[in-house]
């Protein structure tokens, strides 16, 4: 039995610098590194040979598999090597090493799409690269694929950005409010019966202004603004904050007629649908204590973290911790050489006082984590689940406690006195049930 | 360039820590000891004194002997020494204190694997440990601030048809009893910081005690000055404020909060109202302890999007 209606969120500190300052677009880097995996789904795999000359939008990778989703060259210059690459999260990929020309030079095959039937508009939209911005990367034509089989009634424009530091999609919406216009007239030829709603937290009051502006007039557009809480952007709070609704475990968001789609993967579209332009490139938030000019930059996807440190005016100080990302969810790195990636939205750079690791200590059992917990779950037990010796015990009472339903915004590792990587251990859980589950099916043939 | 550290997110932290929150227990309780000292002269002060070093001492070395890390740095010893030195007579000698607190510490907290892992509140368990093996905990000792006549507490004195003390004595804590247990206006004070400093709900001492009053308004047919002396007698404050808000010993979720509190008020009031005995919220406490994993598991919240199992 819940004790609360509301969901429950955090206050972290806002530490969005960069919100006022226009983004900056600079000169190429030598070098990208596009790797294969930069989306949700099967890898994509490599049309390009080591030594081909590629333009900027030319397709280097195919998309191949389930939510698999196409590389495109995010600069003009040579393929130097296809190679095994270590990501920052451990996982291995290929990646597609192009060296720089300088030139920037656009391939002249791109143009935009013509479509006029729903097909040809999936077919285009899996062309273009493109991928959900927000985080979660997954391929936009896999979301987008709902409008064959889902009356959709609410579109649900994501402008909440409720991580710390972060301010690309706040950007986006200031700087390119045409373009999300734009975005919102091409899905409204696919859902003429839809309502947009955009939602934006409080503490962007430019951004609310300007989409209320550029909106004025279209009855089906509605500007939401929203209380400035982490995770107010994570699927499940903002659906329910905004709509009231809830997706079930394995339901799927599209059934109750729902899209939720991040602004700058809508602004993105826009572009494409205009003139072709497939993800390329995007903005990323640099700052943190040890980055001298914080400030927002347009870049090549697939630039070295290094890269846009040094368009931030370098380093202040002696780096503890890099992370790609925001500061609740963000990877750190372990060098500055790794690329951004297509739904990397922040470079943050932070100072040895502030990288300081905290030692974990036993649970106190004080329920903080039990009373921030968006969606109602109680992160300890799954905490102590994983420390149980039988391995048929521990999965089924992680799944008891319902592991499956955690969004993983890590408000729980945030608030937890005794320090305990609890949203890391319902990672590792989640991982540990399925192999466990799987090993048992396989076992039961 | 030095290494960059590589650790799992999130890479900020609400700033919370165990030894803060023991830090603000401490802080809530200062007020009852100093008050203590105060009402019951330099003996409450030994007791203190002797029950926060064996507490730390007998943790330390504890730790040392089964080789695990140094633990005393978390203070909730000291938090299990100082609850329980308030929660004793100035009647007690010295060596009793110390092997009270022993048992707390020893055979409730470390023995079970440390703070976090004990099933029952050890500065409760402590005190009942005591009251059985050496009968006189709570009564018997007089506040040396005032010549009182009767060496009895005001809960004996209320259930005996004795004259009790004027109500402004009873919140001061003029009186009779454990040394922490008598000062209200202290103990409340303490019950402000705590949650202020979000350390503790409201709602818990609230409806502990709430229980406790409802219960004696009922069984007395509305008689209030009687069912108001009933909850400042005795260890209800220091009880309901301080032990039954205990983390570990308590369930998680907000309404098995609730559950706990209003069942140890329901079962302070049977022992107190139906038993011989006149003091009842230790054993309240330590019983509901024990069957807070159960309330845990009744008041589970249902998780958005899945189902109550």
Wanted: a neutral charge; aromatic letters at 6%.
């Amino acid at each position: 039995m819940n004790f609360r209606k509301k969901l429950s969120t955090l206050k972290v500190p806002h530490n969005k610098h960069t919100a006022g300052v226009h983004s900056i677009c600079v000169d190429p880097p030598k070098e990208v590194l596009l790797p294969m995996t930069m989306h949700a789904g099967a890898p994509a795999v490599p049309v390009v040979a080591v030594g081909d000359y590629v333009r900027v939008g030319q397709l280097v990778a195919r998309d191949e598999g389930r939510f698999s989703c196409p590389v495109h060259a995010t600069v003009s210059g040579t393929v130097t090597a296809i190679e095994p690459y270590q990501q920052a999260d451990g996982t291995k990929t290929t990646i597609i090493r192009i060296e720089s020309d300088g030139k920037m030079e656009r391939d002249p095959n791109l143009k935009a799409p013509k479509v006029e039937t729903l097909d040809e508009f999936l077919d285009a939209v899996k062309s273009s690269g493109i991928v959900g911005l927000g985080g979660a990367a997954f391929p936009l034509y896999g979301k987008l694929d709902a409008l064959r089989r889902n009356k959709i009634e609410t579109v649900l424009v994501n402008g909440a950005e409720c991580e710390p530091y972060i301010t690309s999609d706040h950007r986006t919406m200031v700087e390119h409010s045409d373009l999300v216009v734009k975005g919102i007239n091409v899905l409204k030829k696919y859902m003429p019966e839809a309502k947009f709603v955009i939602s934006i937290e409080a503490n962007k009051p430019d951004a609310i202004e300007e989409m209320k502006r550029v909106f004025a007039d279209d009855p089906t557009v509605e500007v939401r603004e929203l209380e400035t809480v982490y995770p107010q952007g994570a699927k499940q709070v903002i659906l329910y904050n905004v709509t009231g609704k809830v997706v079930k475990g394995g339901q799927r968001l599209a059934s109750l007629g729902v899209i939720i789609i991040n602004v700058t993967t809508l602004s993105k579209l826009a572009q494409f649908m205009e003139d072709g332009t497939p993800l390329i490139d995007r903005c990323v938030t640099v700052d943190g204590s040890a980055i001298a000019e914080p400030k927002n930059i347009v870049v090549p996807v697939g630039t070295p973290a290094k890269y846009l440190i040094e368009q931030a005016g370098g380093l202040s100080t002696e780096p503890g911790k890099v992370l790609i990302g925001g500061p609740m969810l963000g990877h750190a790195i372990g060098s500055l050489d790794e690329p951004i990636q297509k739904a990397t939205n922040a470079i943050l750079a932070f100072n040895k006082k502030d990288s300081k690791l905290l030692e974990p200590s036993d649970c106190i059992h004080c329920g903080r984590c039990v009373s921030v917990c968006p969606v109602f779950l109680n992160p300890t037990a799954f905490d102590r689940a994983m420390r149980l010796e039988n391995e048929n015990e521990r999965a089924d009472t992680l799944e008891r406690e319902s592991l499956n339903q955690c969004i993983e915004c890590a408000c729980c590792s945030y608030v937890c006195p005794a320090h305990r990587p609890l949203m890391e251990t319902n990672k590792q859980a989640k991982r540990f049930v399925r192999k466990h589950y799987a090993a048992k099916k396989e076992g039961g043939k | 360039m030095e290494k960059l550290t590589v650790s799992a997110a999130p890479h900020i932290h609400s700033g919370a820590s165990t030894n803060r929150i023991m830090l603000d227990v401490i802080i809530a309780l200062l007020p009852v000891s100093i008050a203590s000292v105060v009402i019951f002269g330099m003996k409450a002060l030994v007791i203190i004194a002797a029950c926060v070093i064996t507490a730390v001492v007998s943790e330390f070395l504890f730790d040392k002997i089964v080789g695990k890390k140094c633990t005393i740095g978390d203070l909730s010893a000291v938090v299990t020494g100082l609850l329980l030195a308030l929660n004793l007579s100035t009647a007690v000698p010295v060596w009793q204190c110390v092997v009270g607190t022993l048992f707390a510490i020893v055979c409730v907290k470390c023995i079970f694997g440390g703070l976090g892992h004990n099933f029952a509140n050890p500065a409760i368990t402590g005190r009942v440990f005591m009251l059985v093996a050496f009968s006189e905990v709570a009564g018997g000792a007089m506040p040396t601030i005032v010549e009182l006549e009767a060496s009895a507490t005001p809960l004996e004195q209320l259930a005996n048809g004795g004259v009790v003390p004027t109500l402004d004595k009873m919140l001061l804590g003029i009186h009779g009893g454990a040394i922490g247990e008598t000062c209200i206006v202290a103990l409340v004070l303490g019950f402000v910081y705590m949650v202020v400093r979000k350390v503790i709900r409201w709602y818990v001492p609230v409806a502990f005690i709430g229980t406790v009053f409802v219960c004696y308004l009922a069984a007395t047919g509305g008689d209030v000055l009687f069912a108001f002396y009933e909850i400042l007698a005795g260890g209800l404050f220091i009880g309901a404020i301080f032990m039954a808000t205990d983390y570990v010993t308590t369930p998680i979720t907000d309404l098995g909060k609730i559950v706990f509190a209003v069942c140890c008020g329901l079962i302070t009031f049977i022992i107190r109202y139906f038993c011989a005995y006149p003091e009842g919220v230790s054993f309240s406490i330590l019983i509901m302890n024990i069957l807070s994993p159960y309330i845990e598991k009744w008041t589970a919240n249902t998780p958005l999007g899945g189902s109550k199992l």
